[in-house]
């Protein structure tokens, strides 16, 4: 039976809809079976299933990383009313519930873009890159102060992570965990990888150029509600 004819007079939602406490669990009933790969132990299981939700992939579970100290660190920082650091206005409108629930304020690095640059506590070349590269990696510099201790989400852009990464490994103040899902086809595959490759904090990502926004919102979303 095509589309055309089921819809109309409630059939095409009464057809295929489900009741809203029936869609995550089948949802994850069905990520669980179409997994390509043997999922981690929980906790970690479950923050890489709502990753792969929010993507619409079961594939994504081959490439995401959710170690059970990033997902560890994450839960008790949110917990304990850490600030959350993102670098664009999808991730902090997806997150802001689950942050502020908990006592935690949401910092994002887009509503800070066009302020002066600061950084005081980075070498002044990755203050130099970050004046010649995007809004969100200015952006994510401006937000430094807030790091310590902090959960950081970068869900769009590459730059904000590569910023991160520089302006750690100057002596950056550390948070306490990061969530890197930048998605893309230019430097997106690259800067994850060099995460992976130095790992200065515990941290939740996904191999090669998906991910995004949505996919950043759940990690951070399932860690605060574990």
């Given at each position: 039976?095509?589309?055309?004819?089921?819809s109309?007079?409630?059939r095409a939602l009464?057809t295929?809809g489900?009741?809203?406490?029936?869609?995550?669990?089948?949802?994850?009933?069905?990520?669980?079976?179409r997994?390509?790969v043997?999922?981690p132990p929980e906790?970690?299981?479950?923050?890489?299933?709502r990753?792969?939700?929010?993507?619409?992939d079961?594939?994504l579970l081959r490439?995401?990383v959710?170690?059970?100290d990033?997902?560890?660190?994450?839960?008790?920082?949110l917990?304990?009313g850490?600030?959350?650091?993102c670098?664009?206005?999808?991730?902090?409108a997806?997150?802001r519930?689950?942050v502020?629930r908990?006592?935690?304020?949401?910092y994002?690095a887009q509503?800070?873009?066009?302020?002066?640059l600061?950084?005081?506590?980075?070498?002044s070349?990755?203050?130099?890159?970050?004046?010649?590269s995007t809004?969100t990696?200015?952006g994510l510099?401006n937000?430094a102060?807030?790091w310590?201790?902090?959960v950081?989400?970068?869900g769009?852009?590459?730059?904000a992570?590569?910023?991160?990464?520089?302006?750690?490994?100057?002596?950056?103040?550390?948070?306490a965990a990061?969530?890197?899902?930048p998605c893309g086809?230019v430097?997106?595959?690259?800067?994850?990888q060099l995460l992976l490759?130095?790992l200065?904090?515990?941290?939740?990502?996904?191999?090669?150029?998906?991910?995004g926004?949505?996919?950043?919102a759940a990690?951070v979303?399932a860690?605060a509600?574990l």
């Amino acid at each position: 039976m095509t589309a055309l004819h089921v819809s109309g007079a409630g059939r095409a939602l009464r057809t295929f809809g489900l009741a809203p406490d029936e869609i995550m669990p089948l949802s994850m009933e069905r990520l669980r079976r179409r997994s390509p790969v043997e999922l981690p132990p929980e906790p970690a299981a479950t923050v890489a299933l709502r990753m792969a939700y929010a993507a619409g992939d079961p594939d994504l579970l081959r490439d995401i990383v959710a170690p059970a100290d990033a997902v560890h660190a994450a839960h008790k920082a949110l917990q304990g009313g850490a600030a959350l650091v993102c670098d664009v206005a999808m991730v902090a409108a997806g997150v802001r519930s689950a942050v502020e629930r908990r006592g935690g304020r949401v910092y994002c690095a887009q509503d800070v873009a066009d302020l002066p640059l600061s950084g005081h506590h980075v070498h002044s070349a990755t203050r130099e890159a970050a004046a010649e590269s995007t809004r969100t990696a200015r952006g994510l510099l401006n937000l430094a102060a807030h790091w310590e201790g902090a959960v950081i989400a970068i869900g769009n852009a590459p730059t904000a992570l590569l910023v991160l990464l520089d302006a750690l490994a100057d002596g950056a103040p550390l948070p306490a965990a990061l969530v890197a899902t930048p998605c893309g086809l230019v430097a997106a595959e690259e800067a994850k990888q060099l995460l992976l490759d130095t790992l200065p904090v515990p941290s939740i990502t996904v191999r090669g150029t998906r991910g995004g926004s949505a996919v950043a919102a759940a990690a951070v979303n399932a860690c605060a509600l574990l």
